[in-house]
């Protein structure tokens, strides 16, 4: 019995090291390879559009507008890397940088010279507080399986997730 839990246990973390190096979301683009430009709206809890085509290859400049009364996040990913995002997240919200409505930039900057993870500079997302502007520039090559999502507390599970297809 106790080699079967360790074997199972071997597999699961196997299987787990072995999607991370497969994470195929794309990379940070260039401005000079931006061929497209996508407006984005978040709400509470959606967004607008909720569905995305994108050539295998191409380069994206994504406007996101923060329209809802809530923080929100748009991030490029898969869902697998979503769910270790959201922990992190989960952490910002209980240490008091991720706030319901507002973010708080000062206690982000001070916390994430301790914890690299509070600083929440990702090149594939955008965290907004109500009424902000973001932008993102993306290049779809090599991206399978790709979830555009938020993973403020709460939002993901509410269905803030976009649709994207990459052909
Ligand atoms: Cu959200």
Known sequence: MKFL????VLIFFTSFAYADKNMKIGSK??????????KVVMYDNYYEPNQFQFKSGETIKFQVENAGMLVHEFNIANKMMHMKHQPEMQKMAEN??????????EKMK???????SMGHSHSNSVLLEPKQKGEIIWKFD???????????PGHYQAGMIAKANVD
Do not use: P, Q
């Open 5 to 8: 839990k360790t074997l199972f």
């Open 29 to 38: 683009g260039k401005e000079s390879e931006v061929s497209r430009v996508i």
């Open 96 to 105: 008091g940088i991720l706030l319901a409505f507002s973010i708080d930039k």
């Open 110 to 116: 001070k916390m994430a010279k301790m914890d690299k």
């Open 142 to 152: 090599n991206a399978v399986n790709i979830e555009i999502a938020c993973n403020v």
